[in-house]
């Protein structure tokens, strides 16, 4: 028989209710408590939970609190990345971020769905799909990136546009959904 996480983690249907699901959800809540409520005057302290809670955090990459997640080990940044405050990565599925990735405040990284029929939703089944922010990428503050969604190396999401699909790389795109408005040109 399979088991719920495992069914979760096979992006499968299941139900958030076995004893190791909740587990790791009250695990990543004390890291994330231990984080965001540290001081300004701890950044060692602060690093320390970070590397805890994420499955690899890149070397010179920052996160600014309050910073808030499902599970944490199912999140993987790159190095020399910066993360604002209130980002919000629900790592159902994996979240795999690039190297050099700027993300603006208030990002919300969403990987988890849930069924169109009312039955199973209203008995609490959910999957989720992996989400992967390729490197040098920027999300301007408040953008919601969905499940199942890669966004090109070098692409910029404008402020508080909601990326439903695939964007691909070296392009400028907004609005909701969001849509690619411009190509940007590499250097030679």
């Known amino acids: 028989m399979t088991s719920m996480r495992e069914r979760m983690l096979a992006g499968e249907p299941y139900i958030a209710n076995e004893p190791d699901i909740i587990a790791d959800l009250d695990r990543a809540a004390q890291l994330m408590e231990r984080f965001n409520t540290s001081s300004a005057t701890d950044p060692q302290g602060r690093l320390t939970a970070l590397r805890e809670l994420l499955g690899s955090l890149g070397e010179g990459t920052w996160i600014r609190p309050p910073f808030h997640c499902d599970y944490g080990w199912q999140i993987h940044i790159g190095p020399r990345c910066f ?11 994996r979240i795999t971020i690039g190297a ?8 919300q990284l969403l990987t988890p769905t849930h069924p169109i029929e009312p039955g199973p939703r209203r008995d609490k089944w959910e999957a989720a799909k992996p989400i992967t922010i390729g490197d040098n990428v920027w999300l301007g503050g408040g953008a919601i990136v969905l499940a199942g969604v890669t966004v090109g190396a070098n692409t910029v999401v404008g402020a508080g546009a ?8 070296d392009v400028v795109a907004v609005g909701n959904p969001a849509r690619p408005v411009r190509t940007l040109e590499q250097p030679r």
């Open 83 to 93: 993360v604002n405050f209130n980002a919000v990565f629900l790592d159902v599925a």
């Open 100 to 107: 050099d990735v700027q993300i603006g405040p208030n990002v």
């Open 162 to 169: 909601v990326v439903t699909r695939d964007l691909p790389p």
